[in-house]
């Protein structure tokens, strides 16, 4: 199903990417406040983080930044295996509205997961170079947990129904 996509640019940006993307990274806001506010906090916050796709509850995308330009969302990150260059140039990044508890559960639901799995295999689509796709988790060097408690199996289910749709 295709899901609403509004254009919301960061302030925060880098400049035209020097290659094509490698590395899907997934992310939670850490946050549980309605999506207007975790998108105008994504948009202008004070760290100058910056994310490719924000993903409401309901499925719906923010593209925040576009496809051919850095954002600014790994921080401290190593993507090991393709080598030692920069993670924001080489990534796209999806930021999943969600707490990210680890205390208070805060399910993700079919929608977010679904449009989610979507917005990848859109992006595998238009850019052959990804490698990886990987939860932030995966290449921070700093603690970061995200996305916590993320449905890693029904999003691979999925991705893989919008690979062949």
């Known amino acids: 199903m295709p899901y609403p996509v509004d254009i919301v640019p960061a302030l925060s940006q880098g400049g035209v990417r020097p290659m094509p993307p490698e590395v899907i990274v997934l992310h939670h806001t850490g946050s549980a406040g309605p999506a207007k506010n975790q998108i105008a906090y994504l948009r202008s916050n004070p760290r100058g983080v910056s994310i490719h796709?924000?993903?409401?509850k309901d499925g719906r995308r923010t593209t925040m930044v576009i496809d051919?330009?850095?954002?600014y969302h790994v921080g401290f990150s190593s993507v090991g295996s393709l080598g030692n260059r920069?993670?924001?140039g080489?990534?796209?990044g999806i930021e999943i509205m969600n707490s990210g508890s680890k205390t208070v559960?805060?399910?993700?639901?079919?929608s977010q997961v679904d449009s989610t799995a979507e917005?990848?295999?859109i992006w595998l689509k238009k850019w052959p170079s990804i490698q990886m796709i990987?939860?932030?988790?995966?290449?921070?060097?700093?603690g970061k947990y995200d996305p916590h408690a993320f449905p890693w199996d029904i999003f691979w289910k999925l991705m893989?129904?919008?690979?062949?749709g």
């Open 53 to 56: 796709c924000a993903i409401a």
């Open 68 to 71: 051919e330009r850095i954002a």
């Open 86 to 88: 920069s993670p924001n």
């Open 90 to 92: 080489m990534s796209l």
């Open 105 to 110: 559960p805060d399910p993700y639901p079919h």
């Open 119 to 121: 917005q990848v295999a």
């Open 134 to 142: 990987t939860p932030h988790a995966g290449i921070d060097t700093q």
């Open 160 to 164: 893989s129904e919008h690979m062949r």
